[in-house]
């Protein structure tokens, strides 16, 4: 999806496990953002990037951690998986603040059993 | 901070039929409005926005949205309806001015369903 890929596209983990889903682009875009959808509740941000090593919550951050050392990637880790966590994640990325609108990845589909 | 109410959860129209699908939003700054669709099992894909200028925006698929800022409103329509509009459809809101307020936050999503 215009060069967004996010791995892996399904797993399934047990409860207390860590998770990393990653995230990689190709456009070079300087915005990359999480979030999670779940049925009632529709996307939900949980952290966001504006660059190389910046980063910062959104509104559901507890549990979960980001990393972004290289432009074109970006880590969402799950420290200790609980089934709360069982959600499709969502990888977007922006070229610029706001007008640009996002472009997702296809997402991954995490059960926490 | 900005939210976005969508009005219905779910829409079943007839295919060939009108509809439209609402949305509000609330900001204390000017805004950047959008409509995206996900068809099942996949991302989101940008139907169309709303920067500046002209209220009307047409999009891809024949969607059009009209933004009214003094109802704070930013409905989606379509003149008639296929099967393969079949999808949930996102309202979504960015704000202006610097800060955090560039993120965008979305609407919990409205199911359109086209029945033949």
């Known amino acids: 999806d215009a060069g967004i890929t996010q791995s892996p596209r399904h797993k399934v983990t047990e409860t207390g496990t860590p998770v990393t889903l990653r995230c990689h682009q190709t456009?070079?875009?300087?915005?990359m953002y999480w979030y999670r959808q779940d049925p009632g509740h529709g996307l939900r941000l949980i952290h966001y990037?504006?660059?190389?090593?910046?980063?910062d919550k959104g509104e559901v951050s507890d549990g979960y951690s980001v990393s972004r050392s290289k432009t074109e990637d970006f880590l969402l880790t799950l420290e200790s998986a609980t089934s709360s966590q069982t959600s499709v994640y969502f990888c977007?990325?922006?070229?610029?603040?706001?007008?640009?609108?996002?472009?997702f990845g296809s997402g991954t589909r995490l059960t926490v059993v | 901070a900005q939210s976005v109410t969508q009005l219905d959860s779910q829409v079943p129209v007839f295919e060939e039929a009108p509809v439209e699908l609402r949305c509000n939003y609330s900001?204390?700054?000017?805004?950047?409005l959008f409509w995206y669709v996900q068809y099942p099992n996949q991302g989101l894909q940008l139907l169309l926005k709303?920067?500046?200028?002209?209220?009307l925006v047409k999009g891809i698929n024949g969607f059009e949205a009209e933004f009214n800022k003094s109802q704070t409103s930013f409905h989606l329509r379509k003149p008639s309806v296929h099967i393969s509009d079949t999808a949930e459809y996102f309202c979504?809101?960015?704000?202006?001015?610097?800060?955090?307020?560039?993120?965008?936050?979305f609407g919990k999503g409205t199911l359109l369903t086209v029945n033949p």
């Open positions: 977007a990325i922006s070229e610029s603040k706001g007008a640009s609108g996002y472009t």
């Open positions: 456009e070079n875009h300087r915005y």
């Open positions: 990037s504006y660059g190389v090593k910046d980063t």
């Open positions: 900001s204390s700054v000017s805004v950047y």
């Open positions: 709303y920067l500046s200028g002209s209220t």
């Open positions: 979504a809101v960015s704000g202006q001015s610097g800060g955090s307020n560039y993120k965008l936050t």
